[in-house]
């Protein structure tokens, strides 16, 4: 309950600075005979890797995972996973800037207003580098999730003023977009964009959705631990989100009864919606449909632009953060609202086991 | 961790259905020494009441709350405060329509799909009136926080097409609205249209905006406990939310970091920051701005109109959700949103207080 | 983590105070679908009610309890169950002796040194009432585990200086005893016992032991939540408790590893073991035989001779703790020991459902 | 929740396995601005390494500790704190044996039970190497307390049949004693004692007390997180503890209420009390006095005579524990009850500063 752990079952801990020793995760509540190889962990880990196009920071980190413990002749023994990557980008900075002055979008002053003080170099806990641990656990969580014949995938839907419409999506050309998105046009659209923001020493910001798909109806618990409050949770709890929504979100504030409700009908003998307005949960639970939401994420703060602020002598000056920045964080956080949707699922999934006797018979008959 | 329960610290824990014997709430971790009379709590609770005006159900329901346990002399004494509404409206009503068909947008679907079987009396567990609970332990939350000198105030800032400008808010109209809205204007025609929809048989949505006034610099924990993050939870866990954003929000995401940064000044010796469009967070903690969010509210499902759904008898039927149900929920929700905020807001302070050595030789030197 | 919940899945909460409205707990977590009655609760807590005998408090109390949510059509619905005692012994009493006297042996000097004043009213929160929560909690615990086919079940072995040796139980006879022993001519003594102790103006204290059949292996969580971890917190969560022993308990400090061991065998091609020195758990989890445990219940504190102490003053005085008093708890003890053990066998056969992939995979297939 | 995690605010979360890549340990919650150098660590976890007498197992490890995260320019920031210790006996041993059979006394057969298999190197997750991040985190703990002028200090009180009497202490010989005796004479027997043992291929137990010397009266939540439930949780979570009692534990049951009630006094204007019967906690809070408990330690279940047990194939077989193993584990037990009293009392201690309004005034006034 300190803050650094999330989940309840599936309960992950997470630790580490910017320029530490390095940053890891504690995965505890694994259930045991899981197959899990490091190849697993480290493709996930590559997904946010610094440094894999013009979009994103030079920092040089090989961000190698090792797992210490929890795994035994390639199976989940039931025991904690922990999961080390070393920071190798240690070399003494100069770090007199940000160590006196309050960046504004930051978090240094706050820190210094809860803590007394702070690890200044590269932000420390508040650096995006934090969510290596995260993406170290949700890799876990995905892999997981698919031996239960549930997907997780998030992708961006917007940068700047570029959204693309839902019924434009291209999954098959992902891959092929430097910035996640699902739609080639829209992508070359935003890479112009972004790179204008570059020549202006300035950033943007975007929206990430996600998908779970073949979820079974029931997950979630109903009152505070609903399966939308838990994503809500999990997906704010990244630095650089400002707001979620799940299905029709703050445009359904906006609709009518009429309109937003989801008709219930029955295909193969099955109960299933019409439409999906409600982004697959009723009454905080998964109804059985692809579960969407989304995630808007703030442009990068760091700009080399001068901007205003006040220094800890208490003095208003000006300052331009120096060095190379991600103009965008949007694509490099893809794969970490993934993988907090990964691990809320799996979470929940485990709170459900205990949800009737008739499960419990089923395991303890 | 059952899913009752919210906070960690100051932790609440509901229990209630619609049609049982009553709704209520135990109040855990309550600081010691804080004066508190019923009428405290029900100040708060006649705010969720209904049948208070033209736009609100007229189940008939006193609410009137009793304190168990926990308080002395009027004061609290530290121990579990526990508050108990009763129901009222428990005549036996004609449940055979709602027992056997899965009302869109409702949860009736998704419990039977989790429990095997639910309790189908008026919504039972998913029933609003669950909300009393948290509404009962808000008010004092809400009282405790005016002790640090913090205002938590929430308001509706949207009702389906109408939304208030933040720079025409006129706040000493508010209590003028029957729909909660700072603006007359805004409310009346707003009131123009819920007319319409009650015409046509349908309901609507809204926003609801909330501001925290006076909170000090770095509250939240800055990883999985953002003050922001645990703000989302709490929102998202009111059952017709379906979206959550903090400062500009969705609105971010178009920004750049030249426009959204907030630059930092001085303020009578003081740091504060010129703009806030952050929402008073940085880093998921208090930046000692004031913290403002707003839910979206998706438009009651209940509607007297033919809608399409399937029965237990897995056969496909049409429903028309008889009695008088609110065409809005958005002012009535207003007062939850309001009390969630306060919940989560007295929980991060008390987490905060073990934050530095230096606290800790404040209590214990 | 406020203290007073207990349990993470199957997680009671307890409210009230001796002379307050009444007393309470909320059970949050109960699996659906378990047949219950008020009268199964009853039973429960008739067996720990006042006034049954000689040995017992003369305070007139129906003790009797109210469901006020959670189960529906006989059945519980897997949302919380709220139940209700209300205190009838509420007519005012001359508390001045105990408002401005720490009692020795009570927590009247705690209660004041950690929140500045307490409810001082026949004990407030301290008082023994308080175990009637768990003693309600307990028995929809014991009544889960019957349906498994695990049981639950206390007794007392000794009290004052009478021990019943383990080979002389006679359980047909444990319903006779007044005392709940399961020997009659050791119940004698220890009646003979306590009327001395009585007429001495004095108390007892005595050994409560219990006993949970058929419980499968591997049930409890290796490293901090050991079966025997949370038994012995559960247990010494109870007012009088001073000790707590599993199997040979402080016994095996004095054996040696080739007595102590318990060799493992088969037995209709089952794995059991020759001995149970260990007391049924091996590395904080069961291992198939008998849970047995044990606990030390220290001597009533409130005795009517005279004490010294200091009043509120900070004056030197004599008290005699005036009205009837139970001149032994144990016998009342027994059934909130027996919930205790119950509760706590409940919370971890719920969190052993996700311990294997393949447990996941009976219920998700 | 997921039984690696131990404590609320003060929170660690151990792993790793005995023949894996390490041990370590995450502390969350530490507060910052604690002083803190390995070498603090360091020296606590000498106090449990292994081979450093004729009584403990002679497997070679440096048990050199490693900080991760948390600690920058010599202080806790606030942030976790992961430390590191890598195991170095990794060498392939011959584990046929341990691997095929059951070992009684030990967790092979319930970890089976459990997980389906087990990491089956030295006992893997079960191993006393386990206790490496407890005895770690607990240095930190144990040093937070020293800041608040709070002691803690484990002894070992008997061995076998030898036991210190408590007028018989004489802590300056603490250091001399290759046990942890407070008694030269008594520490020169059990050596003897424990001779014999090893000639007779056996083991032994013994008994540790612990003492925890100027905390504030107050300490403890009232109901289910008493301070001695919470120590009892701490104390048998380790692996041999088959018992535990606080003040005249077992004694106490034995006793009559005038002679175990302490009576309060004053002693320079301060209410103390005369005897302490207690242990120092009363109402499961600290009462002023010295807290006292003792734990009861197993002998060691690793010996080298013959003993029966079954193998995987179902059979019963005849085993001889390979190896040079501890005879007893109660000395290097000793730092490791320490640290989870210390660790104990820390998180108690932190959830007493939301305990009144008082309190939350000094902070936030």
């Not at 009864?257 to 697959?280: E, M, P, V, W």
């Amino acid at each position: 309950m300190a803050g650094s752990s999330f989940g309840t079952l599936f309960q992950i801990t997470t630790w580490g600075e910017s320029h530490g020793a390095g940053i890891g995760v504690v995965v505890d509540g694994c259930p045991a005979g899981l197959a899990l190889s490091p190849s697993d962990i480290q493709a996930f880990l590559n997904r946010r890797k610094p440094g894999q196009n013009a979009y994103s920071t030079m920092r040089k980190e090989a961000d190698e995972v090792e797992i210490l413990s929890g795994v035994f002749e390639g199976k989940t023994t039931g025991t904690p996973i922990s999961l080390l990557v070393r920071n190798q980008d240690q070399r003494s900075h100069d770090y007199s800037q940000i160590k006196d002055c309050y960046r504004p979008g930051h978090a240094d002053y706050t820190f210094d207003a809860k803590y007394g003080f702070r690890d200044y170099r590269g932000g420390g806990r508040s650096s995006g580098r934090e969510t290596i641990g995260r993406v170290a656990a949700g890799a876990i969580a995905s892999l997981l999730l698919k031996n239960l014949g549930i997907q997780v995938q998030a992708y961006t839907k917007a940068i700047g003023p570029y959204t693309i419409p839902a019924d434009e999506y291209d999954f098959s050309v992902l891959k092929s977009s430097p910035l996640c998105m699902p739609h080639l046009g829209y992508s070359q659209k935003a890479e112009e964009y972004l790179r204008t923001c570059m020549e202006n020493q300035d950033s943007a910001g975007g929206i990430i959705e996600c998908q779970i798909a073949g979820l079974p109806a029931g997950i979630g618990e109903p009152v505070f631990d609903k399966l939308d409050a838990l994503l809500a949770h999990a997906v704010l709890s990244i630095g650089a989100v400002k707001g979620f929504e799940i299905g029709d979100g703050f445009e359904a504030a906006r609709s009518n009864g009429s309109t937003n409700n989801d008709a219930f009908c029955l295909k193969d003998g099955q109960i299933t919606k019409k439409t999906n307005h409600s982004g697959g949960t009723l009454g905080g639970m998964s109804d059985g449909s692809t579960v969407i939401f989304r995630a808007a994420i703030k442009p990068t703060p760091s700009i080399s632009s001068l901007q205003q602020t006040v220094n800890s002598s208490m003095e208003e000056v000006d300052i331009s953060v120096k060095g190379r920045h991600d103009p965008i964080i949007v694509p490099r956080a893809v794969v970490v609202v993934e993988s907090m949707a990964a691990l809320t699922t799996v979470d929940l999934l485990l709170r459900n086991m205990s949800a009737s006797m008739d499960h419990l018979l089923r395991i303890y008959r």
